[in-house]
């Protein structure tokens, strides 16, 4: 079939203009037509032509198509990034399909178009206006905040509270004049060239923070990032809106560019036509032990936040029990048990134990903590030996954790009292007020912590699990402290005079990472110690030492640790006591309190006597009752002192 292109669309083109062809053109300006111009395209047409930027202006083609429409499916036009069709594809069009604005993004700038059609039908063709323009830079965008956010990329704070936020924004080529757009989440929104911003909320809630940078491309180049902000009263706010359950196993819970997390599962009421059990809590830290974590619950989780407002029974008979929890908690029978709430994952370690924080709370707590097995437990399977361990035990005991094993006879007296000092707090009648409950459940635990040693490199299998006993009424939840699934690497708690867990000057503390395969640089006062690259590094100095882990490219750590020594007391002076007396002449040890202790601060320390230097040497037998008024028999007498720090007893002289 032959296509005769007409006067009239002749002359409607401007010398700028393109028909598609074969060729090769450098221009800026213009209208790329398919080959009919105002008319249809041919049939049988197979046409590759490339437009490269006009170098005066500009460095990147770009195409803006007004019209399209091919034979659907057919007739097609291919858009590839560069000079020629070995470039990488952008995109195939047919049909009323456009392509809509293409740039280049290449070193040549060019845009190359392939068309082919087939030898029936034809469309009315394409339109697209020829510019030039730079092409996008990168912009590598995140936000950073004071207060800081926790572990889980939230930030928490309380109304009223002043949050700054600061862009961190690393252009590859040019930042200056970008805009920054902060959107609040509550409607406020602050748009200018500053990369920083303050706000502050008035009412309790979660809010995502979304920054916009936009560069002085005319293309309008933009890169955009977030960052929640949870705004917190004495009530734990529940979130099931934010987190995938795989962003709260991998981001909440975990945490760690060391940890080889997979196969993520759970299921929950959900699965079953009723509630979902899971999601994401964060509290003030005071009123609650935990500031966030994931909760995990035998009912609706939105309404475990509190205070205390009745019994918390949702969910149905159609949700069922865990076989895996009833095998692990004795009296738990997976027949009778409903409504559970489950998170699985496989883990692979790179340190030798694992260890996390949780807290069981139950509305069986009171009047039927006697009877209703209700219970959670953490299950650990060595995929390669096929052994499964209840992590989830009452510390020092083998109890699985359940509102039987864990109970105080003062809200309940028709049963008797186990394990009661992990036992937390209980909200109602007897108890304290329910106004003051963090979340709504009856009563919960004290922290504990789940732990075991593990194979390093060896393939587990963890599963959360949680589960109501013979009904599906009054509610259970555990909830696990964000970021407290322990992977090695962490140094621990400052060890202070304050917190009483300081050593007398000179003893030996060791910090363990627990990486023994990975390399170690280690600080203090942020000088590296020449010579320690282990795990293990034993410590005698007072300072800040800091270690960095470095177990592969995608497995790195940091972390640091304050050290403070108390000082060893010292025994200023001493006088000898003498008497004129000839028979048993007393004497008041205390005399010599002043001038032992001299500028030393008297309740800073304890003084004690003793007869014998072992005594005094390990702090057995002092003289007591008859201090002030010993007795000798003989001619003299050697008494030995002992002065010790009041707080730890574990330095004297």
């Not at 028909?19 to 800026?28: A, N, P, V």
């Not at 009292?417 to 709504?440: Q, R, T």
């Not at 962490?490 to 917190?499: K, Q």
């Amino acid at each position: 079939m032959l296509i005769f292109l007409s006067a009239y669309t002749l002359n409607t083109l401007s010398a700028q203009d393109l028909l598609m062809q074969d060729g090769t053109f450098s221009q800026c300006s213009g209208i790329l037509y398919d080959s009919g111009g105002s008319g249809a395209y041919g049939n049988s047409e197979n046409y590759t032509l490339t437009i490269c930027p006009d170098s005066s202006v500009g460095t990147a083609v770009q195409l803006d198509f007004t019209f399209f429409e091919t034979q659907n499916n057919v007739d097609i036009l291919s858009v590839y990034n560069g000079s020629d069709t070995s470039a990488s594809l952008l995109g195939s069009f047919s049909g009323t399909a456009s392509p809509g604005i293409i740039l280049a993004a290449n070193a040549t700038g060019c845009l190359t178009l392939s068309f082919n059609s087939n030898n029936a039908i034809t469309g009315g063709g394409f339109t697209a206006n020829i510019s030039c323009a730079t092409s996008c830079q990168d912009i590598d965008l995140s936000i950073s905040s004071s207060p800081a956010a926790t572990a889980s990329g939230s930030i928490i704070a309380t109304p009223g509270d002043n949050i700054d936020f600061e862009a961190i924004a690393n252009f590859s080529v040019n930042g200056t004049g970008a805009n920054y757009t902060w959107s609040f989440g509550d409607g406020t929104i602050i748009s200018n060239e500053s990369d920083s911003a303050s706000h502050s909320y008035n009412t309790i809630g979660s809010y995502t923070v979304i920054l916009t940078v936009t560069d002085t491309n005319p293309t309008g180049c933009s890169e955009t990032s977030s960052i929640i902000v949870q705004i917190l009263g004495p009530y734990l706010l529940i979130d099931q809106t934010n987190y995938s359950v795989e962003e709260l196993v991998e981001d909440v819970l975990i945490n760690s560019s060391c940890a080889e997390i997979s196969n993520i599962t759970y299921s929950t009421g959900t699965n079953f036509g009723s509630s979902n059990g899971i999601g994401y809590f964060a509290g003030n830290g005071m009123s609650f032990p935990f500031a966030e974590g994931i909760v995990l619950t035998t009912g609706d989780a939105s309404r475990a936040g509190g205070p205390e407002t009745g019994t918390l029974s949702d969910g149905s008979y159609a949700w069922p029990g865990d076989l895996d929890l009833a095998n692990a908690i004795p009296g738990l029978e997976y027949s009778s048990s409903y409504n559970a709430t489950y998170v699985q994952f496989d883990f692979v370690p790179k340190a030798d134990t694992i260890e996390f924080n949780f807290i069981f709370a139950s509305e069986e707590y009171g009047t039927f903590q006697c009877s209703y097995t209700d219970a959670f437990a953490f299950l650990l399977t060595n995929n390669q030996t096929g052994q499964t361990t209840n992590l989830a035990v009452v510390p020092g005991t083998a109890d699985p954790i359940s509102v039987l094993s864990v109970r105080d006879n003062t809200y309940n007296t028709a049963c008797t009292s186990v394990n009661e000092e992990y036992f937390a707090a209980y909200y109602g009648p007897v108890g304290l007020p329910v106004a003051n409950s963090p979340i709504d459940f009856r009563g919960h635990t004290v922290s504990m912590a789940a732990q075991s040693a593990v194979i390093p490199d060896t393939s587990y299998t963890i599963k959360l699990v949680i589960a109501d006993d013979f009904d599906y009424l009054y509610d259970a939840a555990v909830f696990l402290e964000a970021g407290s699934f322990n992977l090695g690497g962490e140094l621990g708690d400052d060890i202070t005079i304050e917190a009483g867990t300081a050593l007398c000057n000179g003893g030996t503390i060791t910090l363990d990472t627990q990486f023994t395969d990975a390399t170690h640089v280690w600080y203090l006062n942020g000088v590296i110690i020449e010579g320690e690259s282990n795990s293990i590094i034993n410590v005698n100095e007072e300072g800040l030492y800091a270690v960095d882990v470095i177990y592969d490219e995608e497995c790195t750590s940091s972390d640091s640790i304050f050290i403070e020594y108390k000082p060893l007391p010292v025994i200023e002076d001493v006088e000898d006591l003498f008497s004129c007396e000839s028979e048993n002449p007393t004497f008041d040890l205390s005399e010599n309190n002043n001038l032992i202790l001299g500028s030393q601060d008297p309740s800073s320390f304890n003084i004690s006597y003793h007869n014998l230097p072992a005594d005094a040497d390990s702090d057995m037998n002092p003289i007591i009752n008859n201090l002030t008024s010993y007795t000798i028999t003989n001619s003299s007498e050697t008494i030995y002192i002992r002065v010790e720090d009041a707080i730890t007893e574990s330095c004297y002289v």
